[in-house]
């Protein structure tokens, strides 16, 4: 089963304007992080946003935010005020505690490609 | 700069030939591990080592051989390249894994490409 999915190959934004990218996760450990990672076309993984499950506010990270909804175990990320330099390909990712028999590694997501429009 | 290095940084084989991905981590993390990653599909674990000393199957480990050196050193062998390990690696590092609040820091990439 698939434990972390990203429904949108593909999205486009305009510049300036706000983005949400989705993400769901499955997992019946209490105990989880999920992260979202950028790739720019240069093809290095930057580390954006974490959230513990435990956490009771949204992360937020400058112009990155993390809409958690534990019920609906959902971690969308919202990027506000979109720069040309966002263009990218996100990635989702949990990462479950070994204290509830995972191995605890990290798992991700197919990834959403955003395009900045000018 | 502290982080993870990976050698190459491209690689082109051909079938049958072997090769070592070489990854070196200096920031005293306990974990490593190699995704690999191809279009569509995301990023793949393919082997991880939780601390010196271990070393364990990922999710597509057909193929490939690791082996945990020492605490910085993890590396990632083919043993007959196939065109179907053409792909990009990525090297890792984390904190152990006993809580679920570290993330992962990457190494930049190997393109290879198996003709």
């Known amino acids: 089963a698939q434990k972390i999915t990203q429904t949108q190959p593909g999205m486009f934004v305009q510049e300036k304007e706000a983005v949400t990218l989705d993400c769901t996760y499955d997992t019946s450990d209490p105990s989880y992080g999920l992260f979202w990672y950028k790739q720019p076309s240069s093809g290095e993984m930057i580390f954006l946003i974490y959230q513990g499950s435990y956490d009771q506010q949204n992360a937020t990270e400058g112009r990155y935010s993390l809409n958690f909804q534990k019920a609906r175990k959902s971690a969308n990320l919202v990027i506000s005020a979109s720069q040309l330099g966002d263009s990218a390909m996100y990635f989702c990712?949990?990462?479950?505690?070994?204290?509830?028999?995972?191995?605890?590694?990290?798992?991700f997501g197919k990834g959403t490609k955003l395009s900045v429009k000018p | 700069n502290a982080g993870v290095t990976q050698t190459p940084k491209f690689q082109v084989l051909k079938t049958g030939q072997s090769m070592t991905l070489q990854c070196a981590q200096d920031?005293?993390?306990?974990?490593m591990y190699w995704y690999r990653q191809d279009p569509g599909m995301g990023l793949r674990l393919i082997y991880y080592s939780a601390s010196e000393g271990t070393t364990d199957k990922g999710e597509v480990p057909n193929g490939y051989n690791v082996s945990r050196l020492n605490k910085r050193e993890f590396s990632l062998r083919l043993e007959s390249a196939a065109p179907s390990q053409t792909s990009v690696y990525f090297c890792a590092s984390s904190e152990s894994p006993g809580t679920a609040n570290y993330g992962y820091t990457f190494g930049s990439g190997t393109r290879l490409t198996v003709v």
């Open positions: 920031m005293n993390h306990n974990s």
């Open positions: 990712a949990m990462r479950e505690s070994v204290y509830g028999g995972s191995q605890g590694n990290l798992i």
